[in-house]
Every structure is written in C-alpha cells, then in structure tokens.
C-alpha cells in the first residue's frame, strides 16, 4: 500500500504557474498508472491528469491540455503537475491517487486559487 502526500498549492493570479508534488511513500509510484484531481466547491471530483507506470506522455482533460504537465520523478518517489497560465476555473482542492483511484489512497489534497 501507498501513502500519497500533495504539495505546493497556493494563491495565483490568473496567468501564474504553480508546481504540485506528490510524495509516494510505503511503494514506489512507478508501481502505479498515476493521476492528478480536483474538486471545485460544489463540483464532483474531477480527473486532470495521467501518467503511466512505465512514464512517457501523460494524458490530460482537454481543459488543461497544452497548460499542464504531468511528470514523475523516480528518485525521489515523487510525482508532479506543472500548471501554467492557470484560469480561475482552476481554482480547486488537487489530489493525486492511482488511475483508476483507489478509496484507500485519497488524501488531503492541496487547495489552488486562483484569482483573476
């Protein structure tokens, strides 16, 4: 079983960048096909993001395409999400879990806002 950890959430004015981390710990992430979510007030938890076990391109939403990038980095056990040019309807709470997700794997998330 893993523990998964989020990161790097904060306030950003619309066009800004942020880095999201996800710490792995208990098995290695590259053990997974990995993803990134968000929940918005009053939404469903939405997918954004993708990574297989094996790495290479990740898979996206096609609201985020060409604005976010979904990387892992095995040394560190750590999987990250690269948002630029971010819009306030990403405003949310990110969480990163398997894909598909598991109940035992959601954490606490790390809220994004963004402010226009």
């Known amino acids: 079983q893993v523990t998964l950890v989020e990161s790097g959430g904060g306030l950003v004015q619309a066009g800004g960048s942020l880095r999201l981390s996800c710490a792995g710990s208990?098995?290695?992430?590259?053990?997974?096909?990995m993803a990134w979510f968000r929940q918005a007030p009053g939404k469903e938890r939405e997918f954004v993001a993708s990574l297989s076990w094996s790495g290479g391109r990740g898979y996206y939403v096609d609201s985020v395409k060409g604005r976010f990038s979904i990387t892992r980095d095995d040394a560190k056990n750590t999987m990250h999400l690269q948002m630029n040019l971010l819009k306030p309807e990403d405003t949310a709470v990110y969480y990163c879990?398997?894909?598909?997700?598991?109940?035992?794997?959601w954490g606490q998330g790390t809220q994004v806002t963004v402010s226009s």
């Open positions: 208990g098995r290695t992430l590259s053990d997974y096909d």
């Open positions: 879990n398997t894909r598909p997700p598991r109940s035992e794997y």
